[in-house]
């Protein structure tokens, strides 16, 4: 069945060092979805992207959606501490496109 | 901004006890969905609906049921409870599937 794989699941950085998740599906997607859910939280929305290739950024924050539309990666500058937390990519199922299909998501540990 | 509200935030049930988890937003939204969290799974889709009369399953639907008798409430119940539907469940609205979701706060359920 259609899958959504985000790597790493974990990740511990040292404050002001990069971090990246990597989001790949089986299957082409119509857009993506990215996520980030603190620590006993909820999911917050961060970012949707649609074209291929787009790339968006938020401050810090740099989201790609590759050229095939399969895959997508979040980048963050110089990490800090308030980054902590889990980053979801999510894209419409293709069975119905009236379902999202999660990642597992990446935790992010930063030390400071 | 209400925004999405759940109720309880916790709750402990007996094995067989059933209950209502209960979801309402004042977006004006027609999508909305519940999802079950549990460690290393993500967020996975229990059921869906796309506007009031209208629902459909999820990935992980069994031992739940859901109607939408308003577009602002979503409620799930939970029929027969059992130890494996210890979770934290989430209530989510958007204004259509791929567009910016809205989590409530999470429903912590513990089942005994």
């Known amino acids: 069945g259609q899958q959504v794989m985000q790597i790493p699941q974990y990740q511990h950085v040292q404050e002001g060092e990069d971090f990246t998740t990597y989001c790949n599906s089986s299957?082409?997607?119509?857009?993506i979805q990215w996520y980030k859910q603190r620590p006993g939280g909820h999911p917050v929305f961060l970012i949707q992207l649609v074209k291929s290739g787009e790339v968006k950024k938020q401050k810090r924050l740099t989201f790609q959606f590759g050229e095939a539309k399969k895959n997508s990666s979040l980048h963050i500058t110089a990490t800090q501490t308030t980054d902590v937390g889990t980053y979801f990519c999510?894209?419409?199922?293709?069975?119905?496109?009236?379902?999202?299909?999660w990642g597992l998501g990446t935790s992010l540990a930063v030390n400071p | 901004n209400a925004g999405v509200t759940q109720t309880p935030k916790f709750q402990v049930l007996k094995t067989g006890q059933s209950m209502t988890l209960q979801c309402a937003q004042d977006?004006?939204?027609?999508?909305m969905s519940w999802y079950r969290q549990d460690p290393g799974m993500g967020l996975r889709l229990i059921h869906y609906s796309v506007g009031a009369g209208i629902t459909d399953q999820g990935e992980v639907p069994n031992g739940y049921n859901v109607s939408r008798s308003t577009t602002e409430d979503f409620p799930l119940r939970l029929l027969s409870a059992a130890p494996s539907q210890t979770s934290v469940y989430f209530c989510a609205s958007s204004q259509q599937m791929n567009t910016e979701a809205f989590f409530g706060q999470g429903t912590r359920l513990t089942v005994v």
């Open positions: 999510a894209g419409p199922w293709a069975g119905n496109n009236r379902k999202l299909i």
């Open positions: 977006m004006n939204h027609e999508y």
């Open positions: 299957t082409t997607l119509s857009n």
